[in-house]
């Protein structure tokens, strides 16, 4: 089994920072791309930011230039570094990871439980 944990999630005024963590765990014999995605209310999940294992980055133009995300391949985790956080940053953030496993080798999508980002003052 594969579990994908999340932290960092809260509440924060607008303008200020948060940092997402994601560790993968489990029968894991490769992770390819990782990434966040967040879903407000009545939408759907969009992407937010991906990176490869080689560290190729991908943003959503609506954060590009205040996100930062990273990885450590040692320990199967990903980070997003959010700053300058607006109001429509508010969502619940969602950890993905594209990988095979031992018993699966074949790459599929795994999803964290998510972490509620609330931008407020």
């Known amino acids: 089994q594969v579990q994908l944990v999340e932290s960092g999630g809260g509440l924060v005024q607008p303008g200020g920072s948060l940092r997402l963590s994601c560790a993968a765990s489990?029968?894991?014999?490769?992770?390819?791309?990782m990434g966040w995605f967040r879903q407000a209310p009545g939408k759907q999940r969009d992407l937010v930011a991906s990176?490869?294992?080689?560290?190729?980055?991908n943003y959503a133009d609506s954060v590009k230039g205040r996100f930062a995300i990273s990885r450590d391949n040692a320990k199967n985790t990903v980070y997003l570094q959010m700053n300058s956080l607006k109001p429509e940053d508010t969502a619940v953030y969602f950890c993905?990871?594209?990988?095979?496993?031992?018993?699966?080798?074949?790459?599929?999508?795994?999803w964290g439980q998510g972490t509620q980002v609330t931008v407020s003052s």
């Open positions: 489990g029968s894991i014999f490769s992770i390819n791309t």
């Open positions: 993905n990871a594209k990988l095979s496993t031992y018993y699966r080798l074949t790459v599929q999508d795994y």
């Open positions: 990176i490869t294992g080689g560290g190729a980055t």
